[in-house]
């Protein structure tokens, strides 16, 4: 059998790096890095399936506790803008998830 050495070159893409696969791996572990979380996206990632409403009263109702990765700000609109760490909604609610009284109604 005969073998052939060759020597190629490819082009990569404008959009594409190539990376270490060490380094892809450990980046890969950190999906949120850098991410912003909305209401939406935290009852979607954590599986909440609560209405946004509900997360929204329950969010400003603990402000003082979550403010480390909730940031909860007034809009000239009069609404609130909520901006959330995935890492640290992450953790709070694992931590307190029993405590939570999921089927407290929202008050009128």
């Known amino acids: 059998m005969q073998a052939l050495k060759a020597e190629v070159t490819i082009q990569v893409p404008e959009n594409m790096v190539l990376v ?30 609560k209405g946004l409403d509900w997360l929204r009263w329950f969010l400003r109702r603990n402000k003082a506790e979550i403010k480390d990765w909730c940031n909860i ?5 009069g609404k609130q803008r909520y901006r959330i760490k995935p890492s640290g909604a992450r953790k709070w609610f694992e931590e307190n998830a029993l405590k939570i009284d999921w089927d407290e109604p929202l008050p009128k």
């Open 73 to 77: 700000s007034d809009l000239e609109s």
């Open 20 to 49: 270490d696969k060490t380094e892809y791996l450990a980046l890969k572990e950190q999906p949120e890095l850098g991410k912003i979380w909305t209401v939406a996206d935290m009852n979607r990632e954590l599986g909440l399936r």
